[in-house]
């Protein structure tokens, strides 16, 4: 079977489960298991599709259809312009979290030096890494099946670290500064903020994603306050502090920066919403 009839069928086959997104599905696996870019992919459409790329597509159907998140069907996403690996035990980067690295980037001082706090895959380092090669950096992650992923991702950047950290333990902070010897011009944090209560009612290809990386506590606040509270420990009193924010947390969370001493600026998505935080003390 052509490459261009085998796309059509098996568009056919997940309009049945995704509607609409069926089309950009099925161009996006066959990009991924042909290992090139749909405008190649076009010119493709008359050879003859392998048995190999079948079974592959096949078997990633299937998994699409038990909800699996087409990231981990692939194996990987981008995230500000970097492929980045992902699978089962590691938190898929957003879009929204580009936001994060964006506010980031002009807070770091040339040949300064940055924490990513609750690292996960490793995407925000990755990108901060890119854009600041004069900078250092550290990816903290406390999850071991998420680490393999943080490590991968930036086995390419030599000017950061990886390493497991715990963000709710004290002894960690001072470990690290003990490590480093000094201490950092920003941290970075997409912290689980999620509330406890609201995991089971996420959308099921979210379910499958680790809920250590999704559960902020009760009240989706409590990363937000141990972060906030230990950061003196590991950042420069003229540091700055950048969190990404849940949907209505911007007023929760500048209160508690606030109460530390910190001077708040919120950024808004492209949906209005106010995405990410920013506190200095000045």
């Known amino acids: 079977m052509k490459l261009g009839e085998y796309r059509k069928q098996t568009t056919r086959t997940l309009t049945d489960l995704f509607g609409d997104e069926a089309g950009p599905l099925c161009d996006i696996l066959l990009c991924s298991f042909l290992d090139t870019d749909k405008s190649e992919m076009l010119l493709r459409l008359?050879?003859?599709?392998?048995?190999?790329?079948?079974?592959?597509?096949?078997?990633?159907?299937?998994?699409?259809?038990?909800?699996?998140?087409?990231?981990?069907?692939?194996?990987?996403?981008?995230?500000?312009?970097?492929?980045?690996?992902?699978?089962?035990?590691?938190?898929i980067p957003r879009s929204d979290t580009e936001i994060l690295v964006k506010t980031s980037l002009p807070a770091l001082p040339q040949g300064g030096s940055f924490a990513d706090l609750c690292a996960g895959s490793g995407c925000i380092s990755a990108a901060i890494s890119q854009s600041r090669p004069d900078v250092t950096g550290?990816?903290?992650?406390?999850?071991?099946?998420?680490?393999?992923?943080?490590?991968k991702n930036l086995n390419d950047f030599s000017n950061v670290k990886v390493k497991r950290f715990d963000v709710l333990d004290e002894e960690d902070y001072l470990a690290l500064l003990e490590e480093k010897g000094e201490k950092f011009d920003l941290l970075v944090c997409n912290p689980p903020y999620i509330r406890s209560g609201d995991i089971l009612l996420l959308q099921q290809q979210v379910q499958y994603e680790p809920h250590e990386a999704l559960d902020g506590g009760e009240d989706g606040l409590k990363f937000y306050r141990e972060i906030t509270r230990l950061a003196p420990i590991i950042l420069k009193e003229s540091g700055t502090i950048v969190f990404e924010l849940g949907y209505d947390q911007a007023k929760d969370v500048s209160a508690i920066l606030?109460?530390?001493?910190?001077?708040?600026?919120?950024?808004?998505?492209?949906?209005?919403?106010?995405?990410?935080?920013?506190?200095?003390?000045?």
């Not at 990633?60 to 992902?86: D, H, M």
């Not at 550290?138 to 943080?150: F, P, R």
């Open 46 to 91: 008359e050879e003859e599709v392998s048995r190999e790329t079948v079974l592959k597509m096949d078997e990633a159907v299937n998994e699409l259809g038990l909800g699996l998140p087409v990231q981990y069907v692939i194996g990987s996403c981008w995230f500000f312009g970097l492929k980045i690996y992902v699978g089962k035990g590691c938190f």
């Open 138 to 151: 550290y990816a903290l992650e406390l999850s071991y099946k998420t680490l393999n992923y943080t490590e």
């Open 258 to 282: 606030k109460s530390y001493g910190y001077k708040t600026a919120l950024v808004k998505d492209l949906n209005g919403i106010e995405r990410v935080i920013l506190g200095k003390k000045y």
